[in-house]
C-alpha cells in the first residue's frame, strides 16, 4: 500500500508518505508558508522514496473540520496530484485521525473552531482505528457533552483553549487530557488504507473539505457574546 497525504487542517501542518508498512512524515512549520511549502515537500516524499506519483494507492487529506483555508489548500493539492496521475482520494476526518493519539478505547476529540467555538466528536477505538459515536460537531465550549457511560481520554487543542469555559463535570469525566496534540499526516494516511481497502475513494472532481460550519466570520457583537474580543 502506497498512500501519500497531507494534513493542514490547523497551524501545525504535515505531510506523510506510506509505503511498504512504513511511513515518514514531515512537518510544514510556519502557518503563513504552508502554501509555498506543501507541494515541494510531497515532491521530496516521494523523490526520496523512488516512488512516483502513478504507483500511489491514494492521495488522502485530513478533510477537517479545521481552518478553512488550510482546509481548501489540502482537498485542491489532493485533487491536482490524484487527476494528474487518475488516482483517487481519500477524505479523512482529522478529528478521526486525531483520535488515534488518544489514550485507551473511548475518545473524545475537541479543537479549537476558533470565534469561541470548539470543533468535537466521540470515537471508540476498534481494532485500533477510530469508529466515530457521535458524529463531528461545532458549539461553543460550554455545550459540549459526553456520550453516557464510558471512561473517556480527552484530546486536542479545545482543551488548551477553553479549559475555563469546558463544563467541569465534563472534564472530570476526561482522563488524560492531551490538549497539546495536533492532527497528524501519518494518521491520516493510516485511516485511507481503510478507505483503499473498503472501496470508499473518491474521484478527485468530488473530493471536499467537511465543513461543519458554514459561517466564518462574525459580527463584533457576536464575537463579544462568546467570549471574545472586539
Known amino acids: 500500500m502506497k498512500i501519500l497525504s497531507i494534513e493542514t487542517s490547523c497551524e501545525h501542518a504535515s505531510v506523510a508518505l506510506l509505503f511498504d508498512g512504513e511511513t515518514v ?6 502557518h503563513s508558508n504552508h502554501s509555498e511549502r506543501l507541494l515541494p515537500t510531497l515532491k521530496i516524499l516521494l523523490s526520496e522514496a523512488g516512488i ?7 492521495v488522502a487529506f485530513g478533510a477537517g473540520p479545521g481552518a478553512f483555508t488550510g482546509l481548501r489548500l489540502a482537498c485542491g493539492v489532493a485533487q491536482g496530484l490524484a487527476m494528474g496521475a487518475d488516482l483517487g482520494v481519500a ?18 476529540v475537541a479543537t479549537d473552531a476558533r470565534m469561541g467555538e470548539v470543533y468535537s466528536a466521540a470515537c471508540r477505538i ?9 458524529p463531528p460537531t461545532c458549539c461553543p465550549p ?11 481520554a480527552g484530546v486536542g487543542s479545545a482543551f488548551a483553549a477553553y479549559g475555563d469555559r469546558i463544563p467541569r463535570e465534563l472534564l472530570e469525566r476526561l482522563a488524560p ?16 488504507v481503510r478507505m483503499v481497502e473498503g472501496g470508499a475513494l473518491v474521484a478527485a ?3 471536499a473539505p467537511l465543513y461543519v460550519r458554514d459561517k466564518v466570520a462574525l459580527t463584533t457583537a457576536e464575537r463579544l457574546a ?5
Open 177 to 192: 487530557l492531551q490538549g497539546d496534540a495536533v492532527p497528524r499526516a501519518a494518521d491520516v494516511a493510516r485511516l485511507a
Open 226 to 230: 462568546r467570549g471574545g474580543r472586539a
Open 52 to 58: 512516483a506519483l502513478g504507483s500511489l494507492d491514494a
Open 126 to 134: 476498534v481494532d485500533g482505528l477510530p469508529v466515530m459515536l457521535a
Open 142 to 152: 460550554e455545550m459540549l457533552a459526553l456520550p453516557a457511560g464510558g471512561r473517556w
Open 25 to 30: 512524515e514531515r512537518s510544514l512549520e510556519g
Open 205 to 207: 472532481e468530488v473530493a
Open 91 to 108: 477524505p479523512v476526518c482529522s478529528l478521526e485521525a486525531l483520535a488515534l493519539q488518544g489514550a485507551g478505547n473511548e475518545i473524545y
